[in-house]
């Protein structure tokens, strides 16, 4: 059939609009996190246990509540598929977000100073579990790159270490699917029991939430199992925060060594087919987390006062606003959205195909980052 002019330009321009518009929605997703996060809160505040116990505190914070929702709903669920989208929204955008926005609470210089003692610890622990997971994996007669994977997501950051080790190492989609699936699983078991080895060993707010940021793998876990602590979860959760992201921050030199030493193993150059930016391995809210706390520490998120007059719609009167507090609840309520997403991104079905020894390198690495952590934590 024959177009005329004018049609075939309405067709093109058609055809270009539907080309851009979403082929599935992020919305779903984003509405069953916000649920989610609410039911978290919610719980939380239930006056009975395991809630609320009999001294007043919460021993189930609302972060890990929120998580612990996702993984319930995604592992009764047939499939998350339809909210993929928005899960993903929420994990990868509104997660950082949130911790830049933690950052509002925190004096700048203690942060850095923090920072400065951690760096030398975690920097240490991060090569010993690197080389001792490579040597086990030799021993469980693992496939080197599966050993190095799971070495660099549970020695720093968790399946972000991973995805960027990955193509140095030409390691495979199932090599690194069933990687971050263990990483993940394990950092969930990780998440539970150190609030419980936490409290049973009576560790306080600071020693616990360095413990967490040293000893746990992904982010998200971290930040959950912080805020669980059960005397003083904001100071934890802060304190986990911080040592976490000491770790985040190693990660270009860690991939770059690992990438280079295995290149010189293979006797080959690095091959890939995309080139690695290592400015990006260091994530931009690592900057602005410091930039927050920066701007906290200097007053420009102070207390402010309102006199509001008789014309206000709700009625005369003196408002009080602590900005940094605003922005900190902010951030705290935005990473209970994002755990809500992380839990409902953990399908434990997954792990089913690829075979018991990378689990068993995986918890054997864990256990031993667990235990250094506390070492560390305690000097």
Request: glycine fraction near 10%; charged fraction near 10%; aromatic fraction near 8%.
């Amino acid at each position: 059939m024959n177009l005329s002019g004018k049609e075939r330009s309405f067709e093109a321009q058609f055809r270009k609009k539907l080309s851009i518009w979403p082929k599935e929605s992020p919305w779903p997703g984003i509405g069953v996190c916000v649920i989610l996060s609410w039911a978290a809160i919610y719980l939380n505040t239930l006056p009975f246990p395991p809630f609320t116990l009999s001294s007043g505190q919460h021993p189930l914070s609302a972060v890990l509540l929120a998580l612990l929702l996702g993984l319930l709903l995604c592992n009764a669920m047939p499939s998350t598929a339809k909210l993929k989208p928005g899960i993903d929204t929420v994990v990868q955008k509104w997660l950082p977000v949130g911790i830049v926005l933690l950052g509002a609470r925190l004096d700048f210089y203690d942060l850095i100073r923090v920072a400065v003692q951690v760096l030398i610890g975690a920097t240490i622990l991060i090569a010993i579990i690197v080389v001792f997971t490579h040597l086990i994996s030799r021993w469980l007669n693992i496939e080197k790159k599966m050993g190095l994977l799971i070495g660099v997501g549970t020695g720093v950051c968790g399946s972000s270490a991973i995805v960027a080790l990955a193509p140095l190492i030409k390691a495979n989609n199932e090599e690194i699917t069933y990687s971050v699936g263990v990483i993940n699983l394990l950092g969930v078991v990780a998440m539970l029991l150190f609030p419980v080895v936490g409290s049973l060993a009576m560790l306080d707010a600071e020693v616990y939430g360095i413990w967490c940021g040293l000893g746990i793998h992904a982010t998200p876990q971290v930040i959950a199992a912080g805020f669980a602590h059960a005397g003083d979860g904001q100071t934890a959760g802060e304190m986990a925060t911080i040592v976490k992201l000491v770790r985040i921050s190693l990660l270009g030199p860690v991939v770059f060594v690992l990438g280079a030493w295995f290149a010189y193993t293979q006797r080959q150059t690095i091959y890939i087919d995309e080139p690695v930016r290592y400015s990006r391995l260091v994530p931009g809210f690592v900057v602005l987390f410091l930039a927050m706390a920066l701007l906290r520490t200097l007053g420009f998120l102070p207390e402010v006062t309102l006199h509001l007059s008789e014309q206000f719609v709700f009625g005369a009167g003196d408002r009080h606003i602590d900005l940094a507090g605003l922005l900190s609840q902010s951030g705290k309520w935005i990473i209970i959205c994002a755990m809500a997403g992380v839990g409902l991104s953990t399908a434990f079905a997954a792990m089913k195909a690829g075979g018991i020894k990378p689990v068993i390198l995986g918890v054997l690495s864990a256990i031993t980052l667990a235990l250094l952590g506390l070492g560390v934590a305690q000097l």
